[in-house]
């Protein structure tokens, strides 16, 4: 079946870490793929997407996530985490049950 | 410009009731996806509605039932509610079907004691 992996569910840095989270899914074809976060008390936004070209796509608040076909990566990199970061991240891409979400990486940013 | 609304944002029933959820799309917006969120769990798709037909169907039971109307607007229903359904409720809108960029709203919170 067409899944999502996230493989960290918790993850606590402190401000100015480097952070990677990673993403896997399981099928091939055409591949798009994204990342969302929830802030605390905030609705679920998107925060970059993957539709083709240029494997390396920036997203908002300085977060970028690399495409990487043959290990069916797509992992969501920041160089400094800031404290409001905190959030709830999820990888997603569209399969036949609709956009399909992985189980969530709930980071925190300890000052 | 309103983003999705969703309404009411928390309510409690009992088992065996029977609960409708509203949803205004994002302005532009005629596609209408609804999910499911356990907690600790990512959003599970439940259905899509576009020109007020549900064109996709995630792996839910046929308690879950929607509509969409010709405002764009959506209702979620869900019958004979069992404790299992107690969860966040998140409507979602795209400007077109299968794309994986929406719009969320904050959600309606499900007890069901």
């Known amino acids: 079946a067409q899944s999502v992996s996230q493989h960290n569910h918790h993850v606590i840095l402190s401000e100015a870490a480097s952070l990677e989270l990673g993403c896997n899914y399981s099928?091939?074809?055409?591949?798009?793929l994204f990342w969302y976060v929830q802030y605390p008390g905030q609705h679920l936004q998107l925060l970059l997407k993957?539709?083709?070209?240029?494997?390396l796509v920036k997203g908002i608040k300085g977060f970028e996530a690399e495409f990487i076909k043959s290990k069916f990566s797509f992992n969501l990199r920041k160089p400094s985490v800031q404290w409001s970061d905190t959030a709830e991240y999820f990888c997603?891409?569209?399969?036949?049950?609709?956009?399909?979400f992985g189980k969530g990486t709930h980071l925190i940013i300890q000052p | 410009d309103a983003g999705v609304t969703q309404s009411p944002t928390h309510l409690i029933k009992t088992r065996g009731q029977q609960v409708t959820l509203r949803c205004s799309p994002k302005?532009?917006?005629?596609?209408v996806s609804w999910y499911q969120q356990a907690l600790g769990q990512g959003p599970q798709f439940i259905f899509q509605?576009?020109?007020?037909?549900?064109?996709q169907r995630g792996n839910f039971p046929d308690r879950f039932s929607g509509h969409q109307f010709p405002n764009y607007s959506s209702e979620l229903n869900v019958n004979a509610l069992l404790l299992g359904d107690s969860a966040l409720y998140l409507c979602?809108?795209?400007?077109?079907?299968?794309?994986?960029?929406?719009?969320f709203g904050e959600g309606s919170r499900l007890t069901v004691l």
């Open positions: 979602a809108s795209s400007p077109q079907q299968n794309t994986g960029e929406l719009f």
């Open positions: 099928y091939g074809g055409t591949v798009n």
């Open positions: 993957y539709f083709s070209g240029d494997p």
């Open positions: 997603a891409a569209p399969t036949f049950d609709g956009l399909t």
């Open positions: 302005s532009g917006h005629d596609t």
């Open positions: 509605y576009y020109e007020e037909e549900e064109r």
